[in-house]
């Protein structure tokens, strides 16, 4: 199965119109959202950010919180006080810059490139590609647990690709540059509710009948 025949078929089988599963307000809560995802699911996530970006919708209103008060939220998530001196550390920067009291929050332009975006705390690659594919649609692939583990099963990276930035780099030498933007979108839902890492749904996957992954449940 090639990645052409993959990305022609699978996006009519998911949700297109949504960008993402992770709950969010503005531009800074999917942010956080994002570092919050991190060795989580979505749906773990979904269920402490309402609350907590109720409290704090904006970096300024997640200074005001503090450091405490926003472990009291997410300490049902792992990695929780990392993944707090993290979003602590954005909120503080991006306030310093500018103000950041909007709850429209928008990320400055400057901060639309990948590169920048690494500069702020807590803000990896794949958070990055995240933020840039999900906001504003750039080319960027998020590699979550759901990408890597697919890209290897269809035999579109090799074993060497054993890091989450080898396989964005391999990905996309061999999709068409037409499905970039929504590799991440469709793999990570099609990862997440069809071809699974255990017992894939192979019986209502619609590339079954092209798919050649060794562990497909329907010969
Ligand atoms: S047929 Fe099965 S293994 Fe192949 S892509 Fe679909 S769910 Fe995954």
Redesign the pocket.
């Known amino acids: 199965?090639t990645p052409a025949e993959?990305f022609e078929l699978?996006p009519k089988s998911v949700d297109m119109n949504i960008r993402s599963e992770l709950y969010s307000t503005n531009e800074f809560t999917f942010a956080v959202a994002v570092i919050l995802s991190a060795q989580a699911t979505d749906k773990k996530v979904n269920e402490v950010t309402p609350a907590l970006f109720a409290a704090a919708p904006t970096p300024a209103a997640m200074i005001a919180l503090g450091e405490d008060g926003l472990k009291s939220h997410i300490k049902v998530l792992s990695f929780f006080n990392n993944k707090a001196k993290s979003i602590m550390g954005l909120a503080a920067r991006l306030m310093d810059e500018d103000g950041a009291t909007d709850a429209g929050y928008k990320f400055p332009d400057k901060y639309h490139n990948r590169d920048a975006l690494m500069k702020l705390p807590g803000v990896g690659q794949k958070t990055a590609n995240v933020i840039m594919n999900v906001l504003w649609g750039a080319p960027n692939i998020g590699v979550d647990t759901h990408v890597f583990r697919?890209a290897h099963?269809?035999g579109w990276v090799g074993a060497n690709a054993n890091t989450p930035e080898k396989v964005e780099t391999a990905l996309l030498s061999i999709i068409p540059a037409r499905y970039h933007s929504i590799v991440n979108h469709v793999m990570v839902l099609?990862?997440r509710y069809?071809?699974?890492a255990l017992r894939?749904?192979?019986a209502?996957?619609?590339?079954?009948?092209i798919?050649?992954?060794p562990?497909?449940?329907?010969i």
């Open positions: 199965m993959y699978v697919n099963r269809y099609h990862g069809v071809c699974k894939p749904a192979c209502n996957c619609p590339v079954c009948g798919c050649n992954a562990d497909k449940t329907v």
